[in-house]
């Protein structure tokens, strides 16, 4: 099993640019989330999935959209980046939303606008 | 709203030693999840340790231990026989009952563990 991976793993964009974070997992996991880091902080959610064609709002999700259209994938889309959107973005997934299931991580898409 | 703070931004402990990182949260709920994260600076964030606040007695995985205070809405974790490969970034999280598996993080404490 690959786990959660996530490309690219960095990125500089120009101010209103767009791009698409990629986000698999192979561990047929229903739930997928999506995080940013902004440095010496905590992970905030952005969006979050409990399955194909379910989506939902986190803590952040201005600037930001998601699908899933697959168990697998979750992509994230910037469609006007900002200075604001610079961080580390990482995508994690769960078999549940419960607490005994553990969250697996990507290893981060480091994103620079400028 | 659920918050997490952490307010310890730095700390370090000497290897072998033990040490223990502080976290409190604010909610109005009963039935919830604590866990501690570990990022190591490869940017890996790995589970540590996970509470449920309808167990009183605490969490232990191997060298680490929670001191779980649910009165004081307090969770710190202990990390005995400090190893080199204890440094890391690490987050306390707060997960509601809910079952969306949505986690609110703390801030962080940077842990340095010298030789």
């Known amino acids: 099993n690959a786990g959660v991976t996530q490309t690219p793993k960095f990125r500089i964009l120009k101010i209103g640019q767009s791009m698409t974070l990629q986000c698999t997992q192979d561990?047929?996991?229903?739930?997928m989330y999506w995080y940013r880091q902004d440095p010496g902080m905590g992970l905030k959610l952005i969006y979050y999935?409990?399955?194909?064609?379910?989506?939902d709002k986190g803590e952040v999700p201005n600037g930001y959209n998601v699908s899933r259209s697959t168990t697998e994938d979750f992509p994230l889309r910037l469609e006007l980046a900002a200075p604001s959107q610079t961080s580390v973005y990482f995508c994690?997934?769960?078999?549940?939303?419960?607490?005994?299931?553990?969250?697996?991580f990507g290893p981060g898409t480091r994103l620079t606008v400028l | 709203a659920q918050t997490v703070t952490q307010s310890q931004p730095e700390m370090s402990v000497q290897e072998a030693e033990t040490v223990t990182l502080s976290c409190t949260y604010d909610?109005?709920?009963?039935?919830?999840?604590l866990f501690w994260y570990k990022q190591p600076p490869s940017r890996q964030m790995i589970l540590v340790i996970r509470?449920?606040?309808?167990?009183?007695q605490n969490a232990t995985e191997n060298r680490f231990s929670v001191n779980f205070q649910k009165a004081a809405k307090s969770f710190s974790l202990k990390i005995s026989d400090s190893q080199l490969g204890d440094t890391a970034m690490y987050f306390c999280?707060?997960?509601?009952?809910?079952?969306?598996?949505?986690?609110?993080f703390g801030q962080g404490t940077t842990l340095q563990v010298k030789p």
């Open positions: 994690a997934s769960s078999y549940s939303g419960g607490s005994t299931d553990t969250q697996y």
């Open positions: 561990m047929n996991h229903n739930y």
């Open positions: 999935s409990v399955g194909a064609g379910i989506t």
């Open positions: 909610t109005s709920e009963n039935n919830y999840y």
């Open positions: 509470q449920e606040a309808y167990k009183q």
């Open positions: 999280a707060f997960q509601r009952s809910s079952n969306t598996g949505k986690l609110i």
